[in-house]
């Protein structure tokens, strides 16, 4: 494997590790209050329903744009003497990138989704004691978030790579 696709899996695997320990950092937080958890649940009922939502139109419109650029790739696009490989090879290969790509996207956003909605009591129930405890809790909620979309960004991205020099594809 190339020095860069091992640079690149590190750094997921490195942002994956510190995403999992700020994950536990923030989950063993105090959730303050009965009255508060209360008022949490619902909002946690709502944003999951809303995710569950998102997620099924993601998912249907993905597969449905997977087939477009399969079809436009395939069938419509002119070959040109520049291009690396057959027009159907070509239309696999980017439907696969897609299709991984909106992947990634949907772990990352459901990743990002769950600890935000789970950060937001225990920012809200340390904040009745003090502000820097509460500005913690709430950037590194947020931090998973972020080392989430690059972890995952890398992953897609590395992966395709991979998968090409397994395949036999070289690549500069």
Same mark, same amino acid.
């Given at each position: 494997?190339?020095?860069?696709?091992?640079? +690149?899996?590190?750094?997921?695997?490195?942002?994956? %590790?510190?995403?999992g320990?700020?994950?536990?950092?923030?989950?063993?937080?105090?959730?303050?209050?009965?009255?508060?958890?209360?008022?949490?649940?619902?909002?946690?009922?709502?944003?999951?329903?809303?995710?569950?939502r998102?997620?099924?139109?993601?998912?249907?419109?993905?597969?449905?744009?997977?087939? +477009?650029?399969?079809?436009?790739?395939?069938?419509?696009?002119?070959?040109?003497?520049?291009?690396?490989?057959?027009?159907? %090879?070509?239309?696999?290969?980017?439907?696969?990138?897609?299709?991984m790509?909106?992947?990634?996207?949907?772990?990352?956003?459901?990743?990002?989704?769950? +600890?935000?909605?789970?950060?937001n009591?225990?920012?809200?129930?340390?904040?009745?004691?003090?502000?820097?405890?509460?500005?913690?809790i709430?950037?590194?909620?947020?931090? %998973?978030?972020?080392?989430?979309?690059?972890?995952?960004?890398?992953?897609? %991205?590395?992966?395709?790579?991979?998968?090409?020099? +397994?395949?036999g594809?070289?690549?500069?």
């Open positions: 494997m190339k020095p860069a696709l091992i640079l +690149v899996f590190g750094i997921s695997a490195i942002a994956l %590790v510190v995403a320990w700020l994950i536990q950092w923030v989950m063993g937080k105090d959730t303050g209050t009965k009255e508060m958890q209360r008022i949490s649940d619902a909002i946690k009922s709502g944003a999951e329903a809303f995710l569950r998102q997620n099924k139109t993601i998912i249907g419109l993905a597969a449905l744009f997977a087939v +477009v650029i399969f079809v436009l790739y395939a069938f419509v696009r002119q070959h040109n003497e520049h291009d690396p490989a057959a027009p159907m %090879v070509l239309a696999i290969w980017t439907t696969l990138s897609f299709v790509g909106a992947a990634c996207s949907v772990i990352a956003g459901y990743i990002g989704m769950w +600890v935000s909605i789970r950060s009591i225990r920012t809200a129930a340390a904040a009745r004691h003090s502000l820097n405890d509460a500005l913690q709430a950037l590194r909620g947020g931090a %998973v978030s972020g080392l989430f979309v690059t972890a995952m960004s890398l992953l897609g %991205v590395g992966g395709l790579f991979a998968l090409l020099k +397994v395949l594809y070289d690549f500069a």
